[in-house]
């Protein structure tokens, strides 16, 4: 999960000079909440893997967005 957030940090301020900081915080938000309801379909380690890299990679974009967002 901290790999993924590691990425997720570091390449939130490229993805959001395209498309805009608060589009992409509406998008890691929506994109974490829908990891969190298919968190019920994991049933071996592989999938917990996945999850848990993917999870922290919107979770780091969204953390890295939302100062970004209160400072404007």
């Known amino acids: 999960m901290n790999v993924g957030a590691f990425i997720g940090r570091s390449t939130a301020g490229i993805i959001a ?13 929506i994109a974490c909440s829908a990891l969190i ?28 967005n939302i100062m970004k967002v209160e400072n404007s």
């Open 37 to 64: 309801i298919s968190m019920m379909a994991l049933n071996n380690i592989t999938n917990v893997v996945v999850f848990g890299i993917m999870y922290g990679f919107f979770s780091g974009v969204c953390m890295s």
């Open 17 to 29: 000079s395209c498309m805009g900081v608060l589009n992409m915080t509406i998008v890691s938000t």
